[in-house]
């Protein structure tokens, strides 16, 4: 079972308008999501900020994978 953290405070928005922190944050997790659902593995992903935002419970499958990049591209839609 593998459970990504990510960070959504405002310490994210780190970085120059090309590349912001959050912008690097969403890529490694993407692939660690799809290098989780490759092995087999099952994936958690939890957003926090000083608290627990949300929490997707883990699970494994394609179904699931599209769940949890669907939540980092509403995270990042949020952000810009």
């Known amino acids: 079972t ?3 953290l990510v960070d959504i405070s405002s310490s994210m928005l780190y970085g120059s308008s ?3 922190m959050h ?6 997790a993407i692939a660690l999501i799809t290098l989780g659902k490759n092995a087999g ?3 958690g992903l939890h957003f926090f900020s ?4 949300q929490s997707i419970a883990p699970s494994a499958g394609n179904k699931h994978e599209e769940r949890l990049i669907g939540a980092m591209i509403r995270y990042r839609d949020q952000i810009k």
């Open 41 to 43: 593995d099952m994936i």
């Open 18 to 20: 090309a590349l912001r």
């Open 50 to 53: 000083d608290c627990l935002v």
């Open 23 to 28: 912008d690097v944050v969403m890529e490694i």
């Open 2 to 4: 593998m459970h990504i």
